[in-house]
């Protein structure tokens, strides 16, 4: 069985998606969640960059197709990394030159995974060229202003700005402020000028504050006592239910009413090997499918 096959069949067995074209695109959002896994400090990047750029595509005013196409493409954008070691990907230190030039294979395996796949049109752009940058100096092609897809110019952007605004082992995430400013001080050379105007727009409005630092609609990620912002609560959370902290495994207890309220209360306890393996919130794949299929049916269906 294909590693795409896999994920299709994983996608399959999840309830209320209609299409069997819904169950391939569920598969790569799947797919895409678990890459996200392997690093305990990015819980929620690929929801935060898909909510950033469908914020901003919608500012820009692009059609409501082009919309959702894009919060797909910031969902699957980092899909590549895939392809990365794990040694590189959860690097607490500067990372070497060498590792560096890794690092930045990314997106062209991301490009070689979407060869051939049915709904590649869909999303390449978004994976292959998202750290493209006006001034010609982004990677892996070196492309200049107009020649840089629209996907990609947007989910540049948020995907920059949510990397700014978490906390990484060495940092915590910088106020929304100061990486909105980083973003002005860079426009035209690491950050598209129009699309960044709008965006900053949309900061100073105070309309990515209820993303930054949560990883879906109303949930913040929450502390780990160890290692910071990194316990993931899923949407279908209860009281009771037992969560880990991806970089330590210390255990948590969720206590409180709704999702939206739940905190973690240290057990003590370590989790065994066993649970660690990465749960995709297919309750939250399953919401964006249902968003984006109705809307994205043309391309879904090839038409």
């Avoid at 915590?172 to 105007?197: C, H, P, T, W, Y």
Wanted: glycine share 10%.
């Amino acid at each position: 069985m294909s590693l795409f096959d896999f994920f299709r069949h994983r996608a399959t067995q999840q309830g209320g998606l209609g299409s069997q074209d819904e169950k391939v695109l569920a598969s790569l959002l799947v797919m895409a969640w678990v890459v996200e896994a392997r690093d305990p400090y990015t819980g929620g990047h690929l929801w935060r960059v898909s909510r950033f750029s469908h914020l901003l595509a919608d500012k820009a005013g692009l059609s409501e197709e082009e919309v959702a196409r894009i919060a797909v493409g910031g969902f699957l954008h980092d899909l590549g990394k895939v392809g990365i070691p794990d040694a590189i990907l959860n690097k607490k230190d500067k990372l070497t030159d060498e590792e560096y030039a890794v690092i930045k294979t990314h997106p062209d395996v991301g490009r070689r995974m979407l060869a051939g796949h049915p709904f590649s049109t869909l999303v390449l752009d978004a994976v292959f060229a998202h750290h493209e940058t006006p001034d010609g100096r982004g990677y892996p092609q070196g492309l200049r202003s107009g020649q840089i897809p629209v996907v990609a110019r947007i989910v540049g952007i948020c995907d920059a700005f949510d990397a700014m605004t978490s906390s990484r082992p060495y940092r915590r995430g910088m106020a929304v402020e100061k990486a909105l400013s980083i973003i002005r001080d860079n426009l035209g050379r690491q950050f598209d000028g129009e699309f960044g105007e709008q965006f900053l727009a949309l900061g100073e409005a105070g309309r990515l504050d209820h993303v930054v630092g949560h990883t879906d609609e109303g949930i913040p990620l929450r502390e780990c006592l160890m290692c910071g912002p990194v316990v993931v609560i899923q949407k279908n959370a209860k009281p009771g239910d037992l969560v880990h902290c991806p970089a330590c495994s210390s255990e948590y207890r969720l206590e409180g009413d709704a999702a939206e309220q739940l905190k973690p209360v240290a057990t003590g306890a370590k989790v065994s090997p066993g649970r660690l393996a990465p749960r995709p919130d297919e309750t939250l794949i399953r919401g964006l499918v249902q968003q984006s299929a109705r809307l994205l049916s043309p391309a879904l269906s090839g038409g």
